[in-house]
């Protein structure tokens, strides 16, 4: 019976342009009035996961909030110095224990006295706090956005090569995350401040993006072992896809999402660590600003009763890694795959 | 682990006025209020459960039927879940106008449910035998050894082989089929009288199936507790309820013994889903196709919202809504089984037009011989 | 190679020929990982497929039906055995040769959801394949050519051909595992593996799927291995059926004779769980007792020994124990796996419905496996396969 039951071997080639043209098959599949609904929406624009994300990130209000501050605080950092630039050296005439507070101030410009909005107030030295903050986000927000995609990068790429390869070569590279996350973070990050620092961004840069990587590289790999397994990565290898395109084309763009997320929160997390490492004195030098820095100095401030000299910068921080964290949340929401499809 | 709480208060007897019916729910409307609009999950959904008896509530993903024993049971969150309308009456006292103290009192111990994944319904972290132990607790008033030993007693209920041995074992030590019978044995615990069952045998292999499904009768014919069954497997149904209610679109289209609805299908969605399942005799046939996709839940059609795909459709159907009515009318939600309102059109043209349907249909849709056609169904 | 005719019946072989195909997973454990054993996943299996053929291959979860169907076609890599398509050995192939053998032989995947890369648009996800099978012959690295052949497959499968440029997420389960058909087939393969296309779709649904695979398998000429748990669809679809226990094979036989006249004794309480939509049935069921056992450590001789009723009805004969049974010819074209399968007929079928098969006293074997007491069950008057149901 087996024998008789298999059908007679067609000629190949013939196929398409006969089904084509019969559209038996077809026929119970599309159902009338389906073509005419479609048209309507052969107009709007197909999305992909990436722009459905942002529109789910759009409609959060809490990340939209952030993303406003950030970018306020962005604007704020890059333009305002260009009117007001950082000048290291000293007013004369303008020093005055105690510092003014928000206000007006006198200044001699021209050798004539003037009064000078100080909407922060003024520091010791007679040092608008203004300028302070507006000056030193630019050092703190770079040493956050710069960091963070050093620590990306690395990260991606050990946690690519782990999760790709297995085996000994993953082995290897997470014992040495393992010995990352041993480590007390902050004792690392002063003592390597301490010593490798040279007072500027790029030392602090490279310190704290390289001492962050292990986080990302562990995420990457995570998602890389679980996508390896998807069946959409079986579907590439069986019809002939090579492992390099799978990893970067399949494997990869899919495991970014936490790794976004996470990143997002290193900005954050190295805001906060420059300021910590130069409130200590081993971060950024004093002949520049940086609201580490100027927390730093204003110490001496509050024995006067100034408080708005460590008040203002320590807001700024403050304010920006809030609006980063508002951003994270957003952006753990819209990523998840899982909020409806 | 807890300090036993004050039991929890005894549910009033049963309002004077109620028939047999142990739960009646009427016209019950389940909104979700969600980001891209609001899904009407179940729109318009009564039937009625006798005590003891077994009632199947079958359809395919997405009919609302889940939603509508989560509904009865009122686990669904209130936003952005929201019941619309309805009464769920169970033993005459409306549920819905319940506090959340005397729902507690109902859950588990006169309405239990079972789900469909056991391994994410069982708490990893505690034994077996602390779950349902827990349950126990919960509704009677017994010490906490007594507990111990009745789910010891559930779990042989079951057909657990030495339960002394199984109830301190957790959920990840055993199989899928054991799991099912815990949580059966945890609904049963408190000997509720309605068991509501979401799909329990689905994500079993076909053997334990058969095993879950002989273990859910003999336990039904022990104690007289009322099913209701959620499924989309209409062998399943076939074997084990008295009575069908068949969901499309989170409505009602066709009520019957299961006699009635599985070998005289009226409703075409009925009829169009007995033919499209294999089965012996249909070898070398094409397999019936209901035609298209489930609506989008956003935006059901007008009208029956299977005219788009009911082979049988004519004039009244996309524009009037036929929903089964309550008291008299045949219990199908179709213009074939009755006379289209608004449309006043005398009888004699309506059998015209719906005689001219089914020829229609009857050329398109090619002849099976598994199922009893159409045609010979009484009116 | 792409210039040999397709479906090879020049020189008579069965199109698929597996033999001896065996895949085990090691099981580690320690800290330096040493293998403690195996999860025999599949053990010892062959069979034919002959051109044109839909094999069905059935059983429970855990019987390595999916892990051969993978290993078949190298999704997977093989513990030892030979497997051929037409004629050519499919193990022995690599690079190059591996890929351009990769034509040949495809897959569709269970899940609607997971087999599409939810970051591709479906042009991609099809033209993929095109793109790495392209020769000097098919020009499918040209963005034309593969445009126009990935239009061509979506009609073929009943889809529009603009919704290349959409994503998987905008699709209903029915149309992505359309896509995934598409996927496969735009490749022109002779030899398809369908590891449980239907299981995750509606009823209304599997029929189209169901349909458009039998005219696909017409249309051009495919050969399917047809891995399935749904023996209703099984039996509609297949020509020949396989069915799978703990890794091996237990019967083989052409599809009515399986369903009419089953020789084995798993197959019969398999047959037998199946619940039909027809409420007339009063079917009398053989259950199975208790759990399947692990296939790190399945037991001695006959696998199935520890829960199958013949055993227990003809006195737990040594020779179950102590022998694992070949798959051995039957006559009629159908094969099995048990020493007794000559002493099974509906007596002994109807025998072993209407009792309790409980083993009396402590259960001797009893981890975590057979933990079950089977369910007594009411007399009632029997309907073993192939009796006439009650009117």
Known sequence: ???????????????????????????????????????????????????????????????????????????????????????????????????????????????????????????????????????????????????????????????????????????????????????????????????????????????????????????????????????????????????????????????????????????????????????????????????????????????????????????????????????GDGLRDALDPRSRE | MTTAAPPLPVPAGPAPDTADYLLEVRDLRTHFHVMDGTVKAVDGVSFAVKRGETIGIVGESGCGKSVTALTIMRLLDIPPAEIATGEILFEGRDVLALSDREMRALRGNDIAMIFQEPMTSLN???????????????HLKVSRREAMDRAIESLRLVGINSPERRVKQYPHEMSGGMRQRVMIAMALSCEPKLLIADEPTTALDVTIQAQILELIRRIQAETGTALMLITHDLGVVAEMVHDVVVMYGGRVVEQGTVDEVLLQPRHPYTEGLLASIPSKGMRGARLNVIKGTVPNPFNMPKGCNFAPRCPYRFEPCPEHDPRIEEGGGPPVACWLWKQAPGHSIPQELHDQQVAAARRAAASNTPATTAVPTYHEAPR | ????????????????????????????????????????????????????????????????????????????????????????????????????????????????????????????????????????????????????????????????????????????????????????????????????????LDVSIQSQILNLLIDLREEFGLTYLFIAHNLSVVQYLSDRVAVMYLGKVVELAPVEQLYADPRHPYTVALLSAVPEPDPRLRK??????????????????????????????????????????????????????????????????GRAANQDTTRTGADADDDDGAGVMPVATEPESINAEGAAPRA
């Open chain 2, 124 to 138: 990893p972290v505690f034994t077996v035998g602390n779950q349902i132990a827990e349950a126990v607790r919960l």
């Open chain 1, 1 to 327: 019976m087996a024998e008789d039951a298999r059908p007679p071997p067609r000629r190949p080639g013939s196929g398409i342009t006969g089904v084509l043209h019969r559209r038996r098959i077809a026929e119970d599949l599309i159902e009338e009035g389906q073509e005419e609904e479609r048209d309507t929406e052969v107009a709007l624009a197909s999305m992909s996961q990436w722009q459905l994300a942002a529109r789910r990130f759009r409609k959060h209000k809490m990340a939209m909030v952030g993303l406003g501050i950030f970018i306020f605080m962005a604007l704020s950092i890059t333009l305002v110095p260009v009117f007001q630039p950082y000048v290291f050296q000293n007013i004369p005439g303008a020093s005055k224990a105690g510092g003014e507070p928000p206000g007006e101030v006198t200044r001699l410009v021209d050798g004539q006295l003037q009064a000078q909005p100080a909407v922060f107030g003024t520091t010791n030295e007679g040092r608008d706090v203004f300028n302070l903050v507006v000056n030193g986000g630019r050092i703190s927000m770079a040493v956050g956005v710069f960091s963070m995609l050093i620590a990306g990068f690395v990260g991606v790429v050990v946690g690519t090569v782990a999760g790709y390869f297995g085996g000994a070569i993953d082995n290897m590279l997470m014992r040495v995350v393992d010995v990352f996350f041993a480590i007390p973070f902050l004792f690392v990050i002063l003592v390597a401040a301490r010593f490798f620092g040279r007072g500027d961004v790029l030392s602090l840069v490279m310190i704290i993006g390289l001492l962050s990587w292990p986080l990302i590289a562990r995420l990457v790999r995570a998602s890389f072992l679980s996508l390896r397994e998807a069946d959409f990565v079986d579907a590439a290898r069986a019809v002939g896809v090579g492992n390099l395109r799978i990893a970067f084309r399949h494997i990869l763009p899919n495991a970014l999402s936490p790794v976004i997320v996470a990143m997002t929160l290193l900005m954050a997390n190295a805001i906060v660590l420059e300021a910590f490492v130069s409130f200590l004195g081993f971060g950024i030098r004093d002949t520049e600003i940086s609201w580490g820095n100027a927390l730093a100095n204003a110490q001496e401030g509050i024995r006067f009763g100034n408080w708005w000299w460590a008040f203002f910068p320590g807001m700024a921080i403050a304010l920006t890694v809030l609006a980063i964290n508002f951003m």
């Open chain 3, 284 to 349: 009398k069921r053989i259950v199975l007792r208790g759990d399947v056992p692990s296939p790190a450590n399945p037991p001695s001789g006959c696998r199935f020994r520890t829960r199958c009723w013949l055993f227990e009805q003809l006195g737990r004969p040594e020779n179950c124990v102590e022998e694992e049974p070949p798959l051995r010819e039957l006559g009629h074209g159908q094969a099995a796996a048990c020493h007794w399968a000559e002493k099974i007929n509906p007596q002994a079928i």
């Open chain 3, 1 to 200: 190679m792409s210039t040999q005719p397709r479906g090879g019946w020049t020189n008579g072989r069965p199109l698929v020929e597996v033999k001896n195909l065996v895949k085990y997973y090691p099981i580690q454990s320690g800290i330096l990982r040493r293998k403690v054993g195996d999860v025999r996943a599949v053990d010892n299996v062959s069979f034919d497929i002959q051109h044109g053929e839909i094999l069905g291959l059935v059983g429970e979860s855990g019987c390595g039906k999916s892990t051969l169907g993978r290993t078949l076609i190298r999704l997977l890599p093989p513990t030892a055995g030979e497997a051929y398509l037409g004629g050519v050995d499919i193990f022995a192939q690599k690079g190059g040769a591996l890929k351009r053998m990769r034509r040949k032989m495809q897959i569709i995947f269970q899940d609607p959801v997971a087999s599409l890369n939810p970051r591709m648009p479906v042009s991609d996800i099809i033209g993929e394949g095109l793109v790495a099978q392209a020769d000097k012959t098919n020009h499918w690295d040209k963005g034309d050519v593969r445009e126009k052949r990935v239009g061509e497959y979506l009609e073929i499968v009943g889809l529009r051909r603009d919704y290349a440029r959409r994503y998987p997420h905008e699709f209903s389960g029915g149309q992505r595992q359309r896509i995934g058909i598409a996927r496969a087939l735009a490749l022109s393969p002779e030899f398809v593996v369908c590891d449980e296309p239907v299981s995750a």
